[in-house]
């Protein structure tokens, strides 16, 4: 009898008539490394934050932080659900996502202009899956990318309306 430890998680075929699961599967990984590299960011920030716009700043960097932690979940789900594997290791993460870290510590107005930009190259990023998915026949994923994409729209918008002048 095998011990119920030593099962091994394993990519399997889906037969719900989504076409190009693979491919479907990379999309999602890049979107999901995205997300990780950005809640990872955005927590970094909420933690250093300073200045007169502390408050603000440590509360909406918080409200992001934690939908993108919940975002992270669901995208991985998608990817089993689709029968492949979600990532397992940071290695892959890094390697996947277009999010990138500034090399010196930033003020407020430059953690609120970097988290813009990212937010803005994800749903970039949430577009072209929406996209890849139509042409696929996987409405659970454009719908899914749909409303991500949405989020972080919403985020830019929300970032480059503080430093508005």
């Known amino acids: ?29 890049d979107v999901l490394a995205d997300t990780y590299r950005l ?27 934690q939908n993108l932690f919940e975002a992270a979940d669901v995208l991985a789900e998608r990817i089993r659900a689709l029968g492949q594997m979600a990532p397992s290791k940071m290695a892959g993460i890094l390697a996947d996502s277009v ?10 107005g430059d953690m609120v202009a970097d988290l813009a930009k990212d937010h803005e190259a994800v749903a970039h990023r949430m577009h072209a899956l929406v996209r890849l998915a139509g042409k696929h026949g996987d409405v659970v994923t454009e719908d899914l990318a749909t409303a991500r994409s949405a989020f972080h729209e919403q985020a830019v918008w929300m970032l480059t309306a503080i430093s508005a002048k």
């Open 1 to 29: 009898m095998t011990s119920p430890l030593n099962v091994v998680p394993s990519e399997h075929d889906v037969k719900s008539g989504v076409q190009n699961p693979d491919g479907l599967a990379q999309g999602l990984r």
């Open 39 to 65: 809640m990872f960011k955005t927590h970094a920030y909420h933690w250093n934050v300073e200045g007169p716009l502390f408050f603000s700043l440590h509360k909406l960097t918080e409200e992001q932080y």
């Open 99 to 108: 999010i990138a870290d500034l090399d010196d510590q930033p003020s407020a």
